[in-house]
């Protein structure tokens, strides 16, 4: 049996959150007096049961999110306002999207660099951005961009379903700044000059290991936390609907 202080460094998620689908029958638990308890087995069972089959892609590659895009589902001022305090607190880029990559808020906190090359780079980050979503990977790992710098992302998902992802970058590798060679390669598949990305190398954020470790922790927490505002919303809406039907003569 496992303590509900257990269950929430499993599942990353906050304690409230857990007692709260414990009441709800939505995570298996038995209650012993005033404490709730998790059978390990059944928890196992139910975290296989919220993760697609490894390896399975989440719908073919190129194919739209199916029903209301994220941005439609979403409080975007509201989550505008969430993203830009992580991004300043954790000293990352930050940016929420779809599952095809596509943005659905303002990058918050964006590195220098970044910032010099958007309009060329967009195009190759969104693509990037779709290939990470795709990858039903449950743990975030960093990745390098089309600008060399470290990315990594967390799923946002209601249910089973996996809905956009939460995407944190701008984080220089430990063999930051690149040689000459890599700078023109960069520039090269950017299609820009290498002076334009040499002006702009010490515009980067730089987190030691420790730091780099703690973003990877938190990436998924707050993709959690915008998976839980994205079913609590979803299902409010539901019950308004249903309220407006019942008074429609």
């Given at each position: 049996?496992?303590?509900?202080?257990?269950v929430?460094?499993?599942?990353?998620?906050?304690?409230?959150?857990?007692?709260?689908?414990?009441?709800?029958?939505?995570?298996?638990?038995?209650?012993?007096?005033?404490?709730?308890?998790?059978?390990?087995g059944?928890?196992?069972?139910?975290?296989?049961?919220?993760?697609?089959?490894?390896?399975?892609?989440?719908?073919?590659?190129?194919?739209?999110?199916?029903?209301?895009?994220?941005?439609?589902?979403?409080?975007?001022?509201?989550l505008?306002?969430?993203?830009?305090?992580?991004?300043?607190?954790?000293?990352?880029?930050?940016?929420?999207?779809?599952?095809?990559?596509?943005?659905?808020?303002?990058?918050?906190?964006?590195c220098?660099?970044?910032?010099?090359v958007?309009?060329?780079?967009?195009?190759?980050?969104?693509?990037?951005?779709?290939?990470?979503?795709?990858?039903?990977?449950?743990?975030?790992?960093?990745?390098?961009?089309?600008?060399?710098?470290?990315?990594?992302?967390?799923?946002?998902?209601?249910?089973?379903?996996?809905?956009?992802?939460?995407?944190?970058?701008?984080?220089?590798?430990?063999?930051w700044?690149?040689?000459?060679?890599?700078?023109?390669?960069?520039?090269?598949?950017?299609?820009v000059?290498?002076?334009?990305?040499?002006?702009?190398?010490?515009?980067?954020?730089?987190?030691?290991?420790?730091?780099?470790?703690?973003?990877?922790?938190?990436?998924?927490?707050?993709?959690?936390?915008?998976?839980?505002?994205?079913?609590?919303?979803?299902?409010?809406?539901?019950?308004?609907?249903?309220?407006?039907s019942?008074?429609?003569?």
């Amino acid at each position: 049996m496992l303590t509900a202080k257990e269950v929430q460094e499993l599942l990353q998620v906050d304690r409230s959150t857990i007692y709260r689908m414990a009441e709800t029958g939505r995570l298996p638990a038995i209650k012993v007096g005033r404490q709730w308890r998790f059978p390990a087995g059944q928890i196992d069972q139910w975290l296989a049961s919220q993760a697609p089959a490894a390896g399975q892609p989440v719908r073919p590659v190129g194919e739209p999110t199916a029903g209301p895009v994220l941005a439609a589902q979403l409080p975007l001022a509201c989550l505008q306002l969430m993203q830009d305090t992580f991004a300043e607190a954790l000293g990352v880029m930050i940016v929420v999207t779809d599952m095809a990559g596509n943005p659905v808020t303002q990058v918050s906190n964006p590195c220098g660099l970044f910032a010099a090359v958007r309009d060329q780079a967009l195009q190759k980050c969104i693509e990037q951005w779709r290939q990470m979503a795709a990858v039903i990977d449950l743990e975030p790992k960093f990745t390098l961009s089309h600008i060399g710098l470290l990315c990594a992302r967390g799923l946002i998902r209601v249910g089973t379903e996996l809905k956009g992802a939460v995407v944190v970058g701008g984080i220089a590798p430990h063999d930051w700044p690149p040689s000459v060679k890599t700078v023109a390669a960069l520039a090269a598949g950017l299609e820009v000059q290498p002076a334009l990305l040499a002006d702009y190398l010490n515009e980067v954020y730089h987190l030691d290991e420790s730091r780099q470790t703690h973003v990877l922790l938190l990436v998924q927490r707050i993709a959690n936390i915008i998976s839980h505002i994205l079913q609590e919303r979803t299902s409010l809406l539901g019950r308004l609907e249903a309220i407006a039907s019942l008074t429609v003569v």
